[in-house]
C-alpha cells in the first residue's frame, strides 16, 4: 500500500467530449511508470488529474490511501515538468531550484546546501548563478528535473520532456532519467507519444487509445504480447494479415488467411468464424522454411536501414509485408521481383479482433 | 517615377513634416530669452529674467503641486484596476469577456469634455461633492486605467500560464504565485504603464478642466495664462518642459538600448551551449 | 470558476471583480447615465419658466431653433472641419508611417519615432500656444512674408471656404493629432512581411500599385482606428480652438462650455451627448466601411 497511487473509476469529460474513461489502475511506489498513445488519447489529462490542475469528473484517485479530490495543485506532494519546462525566466538556476523551498519558508542556509546537492545529482555543478536565458536545452530540462526534485515529492510526473531535444541528446537524457529515478526513488510517471522511449525507460507501460488503456504491463509484455490490435500496431513495426478463425486449441489458433493457413496466439480467446488479424513482426520473419506458418510473395522493395535490411513483399488488399534481417553474415540479398518464402514461429504470431487498429 | 527621384521627393516630405513638427516648439522656446514685455522674436535680447519670474509665480506652483496631487491619485487607481482588468481577460474563466473589455475601453474612445462633465455632473451635482482636485482624477482615472489596461494586456499576453503552474505545483499559495511570479514579470509594464499614467495626467487639459470645478491644475494655469496675455514666462516654463520630456526621453532610449545589449549577451551564450551540446551529443556541463 | 478560485484564491477573485465592477459603474457607468439624465431634462431655470419637469428633449431645444443659426452654424462648421482635417491628417500622416514602418534603418527609426513622440509628451496648450506665436502679427511667418513683399496675413481671421474655419486652427489642429493618426498605420504596416512588397516590386508593380492593392488594403485596421481617434479628438478639441480660432470659428466644445458658464448644466450635458452620438455614429460607420472590430482599434 504504501505511497501508491491508485486511480478508481476515473472518468473525466469536457462537455460532451470524453478524455478519460474507466481508469482503474495502481501505480506502485517507486515505479517509473509510462502512459503511451497518440495525441488525444488522454495521457496529458491524466497527468494533470494527477497534479491537480483537472478535477475528475467522477471516480477517485488515492495516493498512498488519502484521497487527492479537492486538493489544489499547490498542496499536492506531487511535482509536475511541463512540456516547455516552464523555467522561471527572470530568476538565476539556484533561485529556480529552491523555488519550491522558499515558498515554504525553509530557512536560506538550508536551501543553499540543497542546492549544491541537486546540481550534484543532476551533473552541472557551478551553475548555480546563471540565468536561465543563457542556458541549453539539456541543461534547462535538468534543471526543470532539479527544481521538481527539490520539494521532495512522492510523485514526480514528467509531460513529454525529451521531445524538444535532438536525437543524440535524447538517448543519453534518456538513461540519465532512469538513472536518477533509481537513485531518488520517487515514483516517475511519464507521457509519451515515443515508443521507443516508453518502451527503453519504465518499469511498466499503458498504452492509450481514445481515453481508454488498451494494455498495461512490462515492455516486454507490450512489445510481444500485444492483447490488443491497436498496441499491435502502434507499438514498433507490425505486419497485420487480415485473417479468419477456423478452429481454436487451448490458447492458440489456426486462421485461414490471403497467404494460406496459419497458427498464432489467441490471447482475446477467438472462436471459430471470427473476423481476425494476425500479427507478426518484422524481425521475426525469417527467409528459411524453419518454421511451419510459410508465406510467399514478390519482393516489391527493399531499404537498407544500416543495421538491418528491410524487404517489402507484395500482399494484395493491404500493406506490404515487411521482413527485416539483420546486417550480418547470415544476410541474404534478394532483389526486386524475387519470389521469397518467409516463415515465422506460431509463438510469433498473435491473432487479435479485426477493428481496433491504430489510425494510420 | 524614377527611384532617385522618389528618395528624393521622400527626404524632402519628411524633412519638412519634422521641421513642421518640432519647428514651433523651438521657435516658442527661443522666445523666452528674448528680453520684451511681449513674447516676440524682434529686437532679439538675450535674458534669463523670464525664468526668474515663472519661477517665483505662486499660483504656478500652486496649479503644480494639485496636477501632483492628482497624479498620485490617479497612479493609485488606474494601475490597479488595469492590472484587474487585464488579470481578469487573460487569465479568468468567466463568461461575457467582451463586453467587459468594450465597457472598460469605452472611455478611450469617448471625448475628453465628455469624459469631465460627466464626472462632474455625477459626483458635484449628483452627489454634492465640491468639485475639486480629487473629482478631476476620477475622471482622468476613468480613461487612464483603460490604458494601463492595454499595456498590461500586452504584457500578460505573451505570459506562459506554464509558469504559474509551475509556481503552484511547487507549493505557492495564489498570493505567493501572483508576488513572486507575476509581478516580477509585469514589472516593465508596470514601469511604463506608471510612466504613461503619471505622463497622460500631468498634461491633461479638457477633462480636468471640466471636472475639476473651480480648483487650478498646472496645465490650467498655462492655458489660463495663455488665453489672458502673457509674458515670455510662460515661454520659459515651456521651454523647461520641453528640455525635461527630451532628457527623460533621451534616459528612456539609453535605457532600452542597454537591456537590449543584456538581452543579445545572453542569446549568444545559449547559442554557445547549444553548439557544444550538439558536439558532445550531452548536456553542456559548463 | 472554480479553477479560478483555486488558481487565484477567494480573495484574489473577490479583488479583481471588485475592483472591476467598482471601475465599470462608478468611473463609467453611472456618470454616463447620470450625463444622459441630465441632457434629457430641462434646467431649473427653464423649468421656472415654464419648461416640462421630467423627461423631455428641452435641453436640445436651441439646436432647432428657426430664428437663431448660430449653434447649427457652429455644429456644422466643427463637423466639417473635423472630416477635412482627419482626411488631411490620413493624406500627410500615411507616408510617415509607411516610411517609419518600412524604410528607416534601425538607428534612424528610433531617432525619428523619438522626435515623433516628444512633441506629444509636451502638452496640447503649449503645442497651441506656439503656432500661436508663430502665426500672429508679430510673429516668425508674417514676419519671414513680409520680406518677400507679402502679408501680413492675419492666419485668425482667414476663413477657410466650405469648411468656415480659419486657417490658424485648421494647421493647429491638424499638429495637434499627428501622432495619433501615424501610430496605429505604423503599428498596421509594420506588420506587413517586406517580402510581399518585394515579391511585388520584383513582378514589376509600380509604387502606385503596391501601396493600393498591398499595403492599403493591410493596414486597414490601422487607417480606421487612426481616422477614427483623429475625428474623435479634433471633434472634441476644446483649448486648441480656444487659443487659435479668433473671433470667426467657435468650436462645439465652446459651446458646451458657455452652457457650463451660465451654470446650465443640462444644457452643456445635453450638447456634450450630441457630440458624442456623433462620434459614435462616426466610430460604428467607419468600423462597417473598413471592416474591423472594437479589438482592432485599440491595439494601437
Known sequence: ?360 | MPDRLLTLFTRLYLGVFFLYLLFPLGYMMLLAFNNSRIPTHRNFDPTLRWFGEAWSNNRMWDGVENSLWIAALVLLIAIPLGLAGAVFLTRFKAPGKTAVYAILISPILAPGIVLGISSFIFWSQQLGFRAGWWTAALAQSSFIAAYCMLIFLARLQRFDPALEEAALDLGASPRQVFLRITVPYMRPALLSAAALAFLQSFENYTTTYFSIGAQSTFTIFIANSVRQGVTPAVNAVAFVIVMATVLVAAGYEIARRRGERRRERARRAAIAAEMQEELLGKPAAV | MTETIQRFGYVGVTLVIGSLVAWALLLILIPHLMLIDYALHASPGAISRGAPTGWTFHSFLPLFDPDDNQLRSTLARTLATTAAITLLCLIVCYPIAYYLAKVATRGWLSLLMLALLVPFWVNEVLRAYAWRSLLSRNGLINEAAAHVGLGPFEFFNWQIPLIDANIALFVGLVYAYVLFMVFPIFNAIESLDRNQIEAARDLGASWWTIHRRIVIPHAKPGIASGCIVTFMLVAGSFIVPVLLGGRSSFWFTQAIESQFSVLNWNGGSAYALLLELICLVFIVVMMRVFGVTLRDITRS
Open chain 1, 1 to 360: 500500500m504504501s505511497n501508491d497511487l491508485e486511480f478508481t473509476d476515473v472518468v473525466k469529460r469536457f462537455g460532451d467530449f470524453t478524455a478519460v474513461r474507466d481508469l482503474n489502475l495502481t501505480i506502485r511506489e517507486g515505479e517509473f511508470f509510462s502512459f503511451l498513445g497518440p495525441s488525444g488519447c488522454g495521457k496529458t489529462t491524466i497527468l494533470r488529474m494527477v497534479s491537480g490542475f483537472i478535477e475528475p469528473t467522477d471516480g477517485d484517485i488515492r495516493l498512498g490511501g488519502r484521497s487527492l479530490r479537492g486538493v489544489g495543485p499547490n498542496k499536492r506532494p506531487t511535482a509536475l515538468i511541463f512540456q516547455n519546462l516552464a523555467l522561471f525566466p527572470l530568476m538565476t538556476v539556484a533561485e529556480n531550484i529552491t523555488f519550491g523551498l522558499s515558498v515554504r519558508g525553509v530557512p536560506k542556509s538550508e536551501q543553499a546546501a540543497l542546492v549544491r546537492r541537486m546540481l550534484d545529482l543532476i551533473a552541472l555543478p557551478g551553475l548555480a548563478e546563471r540565468r536561465i536565458d543563457e542556458l541549453s536545452g539539456g541543461q534547462k530540462q535538468r534543471i526543470a528535473i532539479a527544481r521538481a526534485l527539490a520539494v521532495e515529492p512522492q510523485v514526480l510526473l514528467l509531460d513529454e520532456p525529451l521531445s524538444a531535444l535532438d536525437l543524440k541528446l535524447r538517448q543519453h537524457m534518456r538513461a540519465e532519467l532512469r538513472a536518477i529515478q533509481r537513485r531518488t526513488g520517487v515514483t516517475f510517471i511519464y507521457i509519451t507519444h515515443d515508443q521507443g522511449e516508453a518502451l527503453a525507460m519504465s518499469d511498466r507501460v499503458a498504452v492509450m487509445s481514445q481515453g481508454r488503456i488498451e494494455q498495461c504491463g512490462l515492455s516486454a509484455e507490450i512489445y510481444d504480447r500485444p492483447t490488443t490490435a491497436f498496441v499491435a500496431s502502434f507499438v514498433g513495426e507490425n505486419n497485420a494479415i487480415r485473417a479468419r478463425v477456423v478452429e481454436t486449441r487451448g490458447g492458440e489458433a489456426a486462421v485461414e488467411t490471403g497467404f494460406g493457413r496459419f497458427t498464432g496466439h489467441n490471447p482475446r480467446g477467438l472462436a471459430a468464424g471470427d473476423e481476425a488479424i494476425l500479427f507478426v513482426r518484422p524481425e521475426k520473419l525469417k527467409l528459411a522454411a524453419d518454421h511451419p506458418n510459410c508465406l510467399t510473395a514478390r519482393v516489391t522493395g527493399r531499404v537498407f536501414e544500416g543495421t538491418s535490411v528491410d524487404l517489402h513483399l507484395d500482399h494484395p488488399g493491404g500493406r506490404p509485408i515487411m521482413v527485416r534481417l539483420p546486417n550480418d553474415d547470415t544476410l541474404i540479398d534478394a532483389a526486386e521481383g524475387q519470389a521469397l518464402s518467409a516463415s515465422f514461429a506460431t509463438s510469433a504470431a498473435t491473432i487479435l479482433p479485426a477493428g481496433e487498429m491504430a489510425r494510420d
